[in-house]
């Protein structure tokens, strides 16, 4: 589902390049590092496609972004741990589930602002985020 979801994009951007998927074991790791149970679309997403190389983050890139940036920015903004960035739009604001207690909770995408440390709604689940985004429209 979701590959064929990305290669309908892949025809107007070279840059997208969907990688193999992740095993779950990766996943689950993930979860761990991060204190939160990813949500099943995401689940889903990364074990077909791990990551795409242009919009949305791969396991690794998941947890790095996440962890960075609660270590790094969380100095100087509040609330960054409640927040699971998934995605990015190559300008340094994020794509992400919201969090409380360790759980995403629920399937709305909002886009963090780096710049002045505030969340939007852009979809209301994952496949939305993705069709908008590569719409032009996020």
């Known amino acids: 589902m979701w590959i064929e979801k990305i290669s309908a994009y892949m025809a107007n951007n070279r840059y997208i ?5 992740a095993d779950s074991a990766i996943i689950k790791e993930a979860e761990r590092k991060l204190k939160v149970s990813f949500p099943a679309e ?12 242009y919009l949305l983050f791969s396991v690794e890139q998941i947890v790095e972004n996440n962890l960075d940036s609660r270590k ?11 927040l699971l960035f998934i995605a990015g739009n190559g300008c340094g604001d994020y794509y992400s ?27 209301c689940n994952l496949t939305e985020m993705i ?6 429209q996020i």
């Open 97 to 123: 589930y919201q969090i409380i207690d360790g759980e995403v909770i629920s399937s709305q995408i909002v886009r963090w602002d780096h710049e002045v440390n505030s969340t939007v709604s852009v979809a």
């Open 42 to 53: 995401l689940k889903s997403l990364l074990l077909e496609i791990n990551g795409d190389n």
């Open 131 to 136: 069709e908008k985004y590569y719409a032009g």
């Open 72 to 82: 790094v920015l969380g100095e100087v903004y509040d609330g960054l741990d409640r």
């Open 17 to 21: 390049k969907p990688q193999r998927g």
